[in-house]
């Protein structure tokens, strides 16, 4: 079904490619003298606004009763494609360690599948408190990391500890209600 939240889920899917074109590909013709810092800045303002789309995509489902099947799995997948855009694009031009983000992905993915098993054993799959501040925490290291603020590896290794933790979490409550 199409409706606002996911319109906005997908709006978000076709943002991460070109969030991470400002990344990586900073020697295209088209960006030429441009200085590296206005990529950073454009990286960042779409990192924001998408991030900003992962807000009112749930909030606006919720409140106006617009969830789908669709949407429960588009929101998602949005987020990660986000998420690993940006923070593959910051490893490739050396702002984020690669064993940090290396245990960020690997937690998305295996909390991912995790999450499908669940779901398929109609059980219930919901993003906890800490799963919801892992988020935030990892959406606040990612623009500290893009404007190369400082603090940002700070923040990345914090967000790898919630990201962690959350997994832990995960795994946790399965085992105990199996």
């Given at each position: 079904m199409?409706?606002?939240?996911?319109?906005?889920?997908?709006?978000?899917i076709?943002?991460a490619?070109?969030?991470?074109l400002?990344l990586v590909?900073?020697?295209?013709?088209?960006?030429?003298?441009?200085?590296?810092?206005?990529?950073?800045?454009?990286a960042?303002?779409l990192?924001?606004?998408a991030s900003?789309?992962?807000?009112?995509?749930?909030?606006?489902?919720?409140?106006?009763?617009?969830m789908?099947?669709?949407?429960?799995?588009?929101?998602?997948?949005?987020?990660?494609?986000?998420?690993?855009?940006?923070f593959?694009?910051?490893?490739?031009?050396?702002?984020?360690?690669?064993?940090?983000?290396?245990?960020?992905?690997?937690?998305?993915?295996?909390?991912?599948?995790?999450?499908?098993l669940?779901?398929?054993?109609?059980?219930?799959?919901?993003a906890?408190?800490i799963?919801?501040?892992?988020?935030?925490?990892?959406m606040?290291?990612?623009?500290?990391l893009?404007?190369?603020?400082?603090?940002?590896t700070?923040?990345?290794?914090?967000a790898?500890?919630?990201t962690?933790?959350?997994?832990?979490?995960y795994v946790?409550?399965?085992?105990k209600?199996s």
């Open positions: 199409i409706n606002l939240p996911n319109i906005l889920a997908f709006i978000r076709l943002m490619p070109l969030m991470f400002f590909d900073r020697d295209l013709p088209i960006f030429n003298g441009m200085d590296s810092s206005w990529l950073d800045y454009f960042a303002l990192f924001v606004l900003v789309t992962d807000f009112f995509d749930g909030y606006i489902a919720r409140s106006w009763n617009q789908t099947k669709l949407g429960a799995v588009l929101d998602p997948l949005a987020d990660k494609m986000l998420i690993l855009a940006a593959l694009g910051l490893m490739y031009i050396g702002r984020a360690s690669p064993w940090a983000i290396l245990l960020i992905l690997v937690r998305e993915f295996f909390i991912t599948g995790l999450r499908v669940m779901a398929g054993e109609n059980r219930s799959v919901k906890s408190f799963g919801k501040t892992k988020t935030v925490a990892q606040f290291a990612i623009g500290f893009m404007m190369n603020w400082p603090y940002a700070t923040l990345l290794w914090f790898v500890f919630l962690l933790y959350s997994g832990y979490e946790y409550t399965y085992i209600e």
